[in-house]
């Protein structure tokens, strides 16, 4: 029997470390949801393989058939063609250095229309729409993650500017600084990204520093020190995780308030796995950190965590399955 049709689609946020699914209904209330880690080996393949089993997961607690979805949606990092379907140069995703027609293998594992847009702009999009920015007529979003995304909303719309608009991940804060995985020297990513705040914790754990962070990930079955990791260690006041955490705080600081410098924004939303995981304590930390460099600063923007929290990018993900872009299926 087939699937009958329905009006619910599917978002799915892939992230360095998780998948994040889930199924909306046309008021865009959450009805199922699924979340797995992302794999970290055997490349593509693997990675939508993963993608398709989230999707049938979040459509099963949704109590629908996933064939009978109207469509899915993906919100992805690296350099994201939604016409093609294509990602290029997403880092930290096995074997995504390259181009990868990601919607076209999708849509053929699931059999569903697939739009592709990147991971932050469309998380940005859901905050601007229904979140943290919806009061908001201009306002900067960072995504604290695996890495540093980030997007600018202009008079309710998200600029693009030449299509890579927003990377305030690689706004640079110190010259000639950290290595960053983008292969520049210097950027914010190098300093908070958890990417590079775990390979940092990795060196200095190597030269003797100690720390309760690689405890921490053993027990919880893990291979990488996650946000989880990070807030657990920070719970129990270790001096490593705070010393990344108030680096990372530094790097963000100084380069929200260099947006802000030029763009003069009403607000700042911060989301992502870190972002969301710290909450308003951090936030209000990364506001304080902005203060010093503001040109401004007896105006300073409104600073606020994600109200939509680890849902935004499949929330957002999901509204881009109705919008009527390019949407790949064979």
Known sequence: MMPTPTTLRCGLDLGGTKIQAVVLGPDNRVLGMHRRPTPTSDGPAAVVAALAESLRAAASEAHVDARALAGAGVGTPGAVDPRAGTVTSAKNLSGFDESVPLARLLAQEVGLDVALGNDVGVALDAEALIGAGRDFRSFV??????????GVVIDGQRWLGRSAAGELGHMVVKIDGARCPCGRRGCVEAYAGRGAMELRARELAADGCRTKL???????????????????????????????????????????????????????VIGGGLGTRLGAEYVAKIADAMQPHLFVPSRPPVVRVSELGDLAGAVGAAMLSAEGRARPRT
């Open 214 to 268: 690689f405890k921490i990930m053993e027990k919880k079955g893990l291979e990488r020190l996650t946000s989880g990791v990070f807030a657990k260690a920070l719970e129990q006041d270790d001096k490593l995780a705070k010393r990344l955490v108030n680096r990372a705080i530094e790097a963000l600081g100084a380069g929200l308030a260099s947006a802000v410098n030029l763009l003069d924004v009403e607000g700042v």
């Open 141 to 150: 979003g960072v995504w604290w993650g695996t890495g540093i995304g980030g």
